[in-house]
């Protein structure tokens, strides 16, 4: 049914601006906003072509408890140090084992290293 049919995932924030320069500035994304007054939205570009749309929902935004966006990177520790020299902190869950940078590196699936944008949203950095 929707097999040739274009689509994008979304996700709220609850500042617009801060996500624009999180994502264009500190991710090196393409970082569009789109649109005006209570209909502007941010569109972020990845690697590829597809397109993910960042809507605000100001005070009613909820940070989501899933990670929203996964970039598969060649060499993570490279991609964390970088991160982490742009000012990103990494996050430790519970029942995962952290090295000093913040990856977790656990036979049973690639390493790994989770981190916020300016919403709370979860993010991670893994090795393809």
């Not at 979304?10 to 994304?29: C, E, I, P």
């Not at 570009?45 to 966006?69: C, W």
């Not at 430790?92 to 390493?111: A, M």
């Amino acid at each position: 049914m929707f097999g040739s049919t274009t689509a994008f995932s979304s996700f709220s924030v609850d500042d617009l601006d801060a996500a624009r320069a999180f994502y264009g500035d500190t991710l090196g994304l393409q970082a569009g906003l789109e649109g005006t007054g209570e209909m502007r939205v941010l569109f972020l570009t990845l690697a590829g072509g597809a397109r993910v749309m960042v809507y605000p929902k100001g005070d009613a935004h909820s940070p989501a408890s899933f990670t929203v966006l996964n970039f598969q990177v060649d060499d993570i520790d490279a991609a964390v140090d970088a991160l982490t020299d742009k000012g990103v902190t990494f996050e430790r869950y519970e029942g995962f084992e952290f090295d000093s940078k913040g990856i977790c590196r656990d036979e049973r699936g690639p390493s790994i290293a989770w981190f916020t944008d300016p919403a709370r949203n979860v993010i991670a950095v893994l090795q393809r």
